[in-house]
């Protein structure tokens, strides 16, 4: 089943949450940037940094979809847990964090200073994400299926990998808006 309405429901999700980064953190300061209320939480740029990085890992198996060029591996077509691994990611990856998930290494923001292109660099790989997700509106997102950047064993289907982005998008950029709320946040 093709499915033409999923896929407006993300691109809204999606336009909205650039909208939101737009609004919050488009004057913002370098040294606001890169303020962190703790050694063991991230910066504004880090959470950005860390979209930036982990959303891109996808994008040559989504250009190779969007160009019809991507066949399926055995273990993508065959593997038993495609709906688990897609589900749990679904759960564990909401807008709003329940609790505090460790990102895995591959998709770590970077440790040092920020510069403050990452707020243009972030739209333009937001744009770049969406772009995708619009070029699988006649797909059935719920037939294919992908191998996850953190591992090889998990795979999900395109639906999936498509929501836990986007839900991605929000959980981060709230993120970086509680940072903005901390108590000795910089004010300027």
């Not at 190779?64 to 077509?77: D, L, P, Q, R, S």
């Not at 505090?100 to 040092?112: C, D, G, N, V």
């Not at 995708?132 to 639906?159: C, E, G, N, Q, W």
Request: overall charge positive; hydrophobic content about 40%.
């Amino acid at each position: 089943m093709k499915d033409g309405v999923f896929i407006v429901e993300m691109l809204q999700k999606g336009y909205e949450a650039r909208e939101k980064a737009t609004q919050v953190f488009a004057n913002i300061s370098l040294q606001q940037l890169n303020w962190k209320p703790s050694e063991e939480n991230w910066s504004i740029g880090q959470c950005l940094d860390h979209l930036i990085i982990s959303d891109c890992l996808y994008f040559p198996v989504f250009k190779k979809i969007a160009e019809g060029k991507f066949e399926m591996k055995f273990w993508e077509t065959w593997n038993p847990l495609n709906s688990l691994f897609g589900k749990m990611l679904v759960s564990q990856v909401q807008e709003t964090s329940r609790k505090k998930l460790k990102a895995p290494r591959i998709f770590e923001p970077s440790q040092s200073n920020i510069d403050m292109g990452v707020l243009e660099r972030f739209h333009k790989h937001l744009d770049s994400l969406l772009g995708y997700v619009a070029d699988f509106s006649k797909m059935d997102v719920d037939k294919i299926h992908i191998t996850s950047p953190i591992s090889a064993v998990v795979t999900l289907s395109l639906r999936n990998a498509v929501t836990v982005l986007i839900q991605h998008q929000y959980r981060h950029i709230n993120q970086a808006s509680k940072v903005m709320q901390s108590k000795h946040f910089p004010l300027a």
